[in-house]
């Protein structure tokens, strides 16, 4: 599975931005799918997560309420729509591919990974 994230970009607080990822090859569908963000001398940390029918799904703390991970496998595209956005989710955003078919946390899960695409929000 080869991934390609887009959507980034410069908006001010309580602003929205939509990122898509768009996966190469017939078996995106069996993915779990998930987003991660990495700041600047941090981490890279869990954002969202969907299974592989769209029907389960899971958000970092820092992100329930604001942000929503969807996914259309016809189009073999994941998205991540993204509200009320803070200067705190600044951050390079990547999508990921899990090799299992449970929903997970852990990006060691995650096997296939995009390029990262900059989110950065302005106070």
């Known amino acids: 599975v080869q991934l390609q994230a887009s959507g980034g970009g410069l908006v001010q607080a309580g602003d929205s931005l939509r990122l898509s990822c768009v996966a190469s090859g017939r078996s995106f569908s069996r993915h779990v799918m998930g987003w991660f963000r990495q700041a600047p001398g941090k981490e890279r940390q869990f954002v969202a997560g969907?299974?592989?029918?769209?029907?389960?799904?899971n958000y970092a703390d820092s992100v329930k309420g604001r942000f929503t991970i969807s996914r259309d496998n016809a189009k073999n595209t994941v998205y991540l729509q993204m509200n009320s956005l803070k200067p705190e989710d600044t951050a390079a955003y990547y999508c990921?591919?899990?090799?299992?078919?449970?929903?997970?946390?852990?990006?060691?899960?995650?096997?296939?990974w995009g390029q990262g695409t900059l989110v950065t929000v302005s106070s």
């Open positions: 990921a591919a899990a090799a299992g078919s449970y929903l997970t946390l852990d990006r060691h899960d995650y096997h296939y």
């Open positions: 969907i299974s592989w029918s769209g029907g389960s799904t």
